[in-house]
């Protein structure tokens, strides 16, 4: 039986984001007009949702259906990888990813995009559960991630790695843990726990990062370093992030002896290969980020 794609296409966003409202902006349509999409759904399968006040539930048959656009979805990617794979610079590039590595990646990509202007780029920013989502849900081609993810639908290889830095403002004088205390800790969602494994290395014998005062708190990881950058306190953060901020002269690295190094893992889903297109972004990104090889 033939299924109307823009119907389902209607239905796999409603089924991802759980709300009419959300799905029309999403999809750029008329409320009225995806509840149409879902109304001709059921009368071929039946009832497909369960509606709540707030949010939507799939019923079993909602579930076999959204099985099967992933699956059409999925047979799509691959054809098109399989067909597409000599035009290098015509195509879609969608890469999901954490904030850190975003930040020093969505510029490397808008600069590839200017020199091979045959390409579209989508770049998301999302936390590791939603990046590994994106990918398995093949609304996004690869993705980025700070772990190395135990799934046989994925298939993972060393991208880059990615070292902690402590970040201070560029006009206070560092003489030791005391600088710190002095300055106080602006936090962000992960920065006690960045700053627990730095700090624990470089100050072996110093209390606890808790108890340090905390001066401010962002989790947008492009504005964590502005106040850093006003002499307002200083933070643990990728180094990635850090140089991607805007105002490098107004920040200071202090170092910390052996570095702690996080290790992040390029994803796509393991039943093909990534299309040729992708392939040569990455290895443009990695020689851009001083990356030389890449481990399977």
Known sequence: MMVNPQWLRSFAVLADLGNFTRTAE???LTQAAVSQHIRNLE?????LLIRHHRHVELTPAGSALLDYFREMERAGRAL??????????????????PGSIGLALYPLLLDYQQAHTGLTIRHRFAPDTEVLEAVLSNRFEMGILTFKPDNDRIKAERFAEEPLELILPAATPYVGYETLTELGFIDHP????????????????A???REIQTR??????SLILEPVSRGLGFTVLPRFARRAFYKQDALQV?????????????????????????RRVIDELQHRLGVTTRHM
Request: proline share 5%.
């Open 190 to 205: 992960d920065g006690v726990g960045m700053a627990t494994r730095l700090l624990s290395r470089r100050y072996p014998d």
């Open 80 to 97: 098109d990888a399989r067909l597409t794979a000599a035009e290098q610079d015509v195509g879609d590039i969608s890469l999901v990813t």
């Open 207 to 209: 209390p606890s990062v």
């Open 216 to 221: 401010g708190f962002s989790n947008q990881v």
């Open 43 to 47: 009368q071929q399968f039946g009832s």
């Open 254 to 278: 202090v170092e910390c002896g052996n570095p702690v190094v996080d290790t992040l893992w390029l994803i796509y889903r393991s039943e093909w290969p990534l299309s040729s297109r992708a």
């Open 26 to 28: 999403h999809l750029n």
